[in-house]
């Protein structure tokens, strides 16, 4: 029997900071037929309401460092702050949204980070499970999910999450039950050959495209460990994943990995 379709759409949260970007965003989103998920970020508003209570922001190579204090700031922000944002700006469009981080009804339960290269990232969890049975339960009951990126250990700990991770996570929990098409929204038009040049888009890119990107410094910084994300989800079962700007979301257009 042929699977539905269902598309889930990750913000990151230079866009869900920016109110304009963020109701074009919503807009666009609301818009999308069939079944649909959202996950965002906030990691800048994070870092401003850290600055606001005097808590300084650590980073290694892209990754925020929490301590126990800034587990309690982005507990706030991206729980609460962000997220019913989101949620009460999805219910004005008529979507009906419900807001989750991976505590809410077991949904993403994960392991705290062991150090890396001698690196303690501190309250920052890398996925064990996602619960796609859940989450369908939720969909079929016309119910639209805006994931947060937090997770728990099952222990009673809240962990930082990158937010990338949930998405693809949350794509590959849902692949069983779905015919899954992931989509990251982010400032470019997709993966550019040339970071200098916006019009520079690489249509498509394969497994072995990304090994000789990464190889000739074509692809670099964050835009790897996104497209690592893509290519496992890629292998877990989820049909499709598209890089693309958040405004041209439903357009045919950005970067697609296969």
């Given at each position: 029997?042929k699977k539905e379709i269902i598309n889930i759409i990750k913000v990151g949260g230079?866009?869900?900071?920016?109110?304009?970007?963020?109701?074009?965003?919503?807009?666009?989103?609301?818009?999308?037929?069939?079944?649909?998920?959202?996950?965002?970020?906030?990691?800048?508003?994070?870092?401003?309401?850290?600055?606001?209570?005097?808590?300084?922001?650590?980073?290694?190579?892209?990754?925020?460092?929490?301590?126990?204090?800034?587990?309690?700031?982005?507990?706030?922000?991206?729980?609460?702050?962000?997220?019913?944002?989101?949620?009460?700006?999805?219910?004005?469009?008529?979507?009906?949204?419900?807001?989750?981080?991976?505590?809410?009804?077991?949904?993403?339960?994960?392991?705290?980070?062991?150090?890396?290269?001698?690196?303690?990232?501190?309250?920052?969890?890398?996925?064990?499970?996602?619960?796609?049975?859940?989450?369908?339960?939720?969909?079929?009951?016309?119910?639209?999910?805006?994931?947060?990126?937090?997770?728990?250990?099952?222990?009673?700990?809240?962990?930082?999450?990158?937010?990338?991770?949930?998405?693809?996570?949350?794509?590959?929990?849902?692949?069983?039950?779905?015919?899954?098409?992931?989509?990251?929204?982010?400032?470019?038009?997709?993966?550019?050959?040339?970071?200098?040049?916006?019009?520079?888009?690489?249509?498509?890119?394969?497994?072995?495209?990304?090994?000789?990107?990464?190889?000739?410094?074509?692809?670099?910084?964050?835009?790897?460990?996104?497209?690592?994300?893509?290519?496992?989800?890629?292998?877990?079962?989820?049909?499709?994943?598209?890089?693309?700007?958040?405004?041209?979301?439903?357009?045919?257009?950005?970067?697609?990995?296969?």
């Open positions: 029997m230079a866009v869900v900071e920016d109110e304009t970007q963020l109701s074009r965003l919503l807009s666009d989103f609301s818009s999308v037929e069939g079944k649909k998920v959202l996950v965002h970020g906030g990691g800048r508003r994070a870092t401003k309401v850290a600055a606001q209570l005097g808590i300084e922001t650590k980073m290694v190579n892209g990754r925020r460092i929490t301590d126990a204090d800034m587990l309690e700031v982005v507990t706030m922000v991206y729980g609460g702050l962000v997220n019913k944002n989101v949620v009460a700006k999805l219910q004005a469009t008529g979507v009906n949204a419900l807001g989750l981080t991976g505590a809410d009804v077991d949904v993403i339960r994960s392991h705290k980070r062991p150090l890396k290269n001698g690196i303690d990232y501190g309250f920052v969890g890398d996925v064990d499970k996602a619960d796609g049975r859940m989450l369908s339960t939720l969909i079929e009951a016309g119910i639209t999910p805006v994931m947060a990126p937090l997770t728990h250990d099952g222990q009673g700990n809240i962990l930082n999450t990158n937010a990338d991770t949930i998405a693809a996570e949350t794509a590959k929990a849902l692949a069983p039950y779905y015919d899954v098409t992931l989509t990251f929204c982010f400032e470019k038009k997709g993966v550019l050959s040339n970071p200098d040049d916006d019009d520079s888009v690489i249509p498509v890119i394969t497994r072995d495209d990304f090994n000789r990107y990464v190889a000739d410094g074509t692809i670099a910084g964050g835009m790897i460990p996104k497209i690592e994300n893509a290519l496992d989800a890629i292998q877990a079962g989820v049909n499709k994943v598209v890089i693309t700007k958040a405004d041209a979301l439903g357009e045919n257009a950005g970067t697609v990995i296969i």
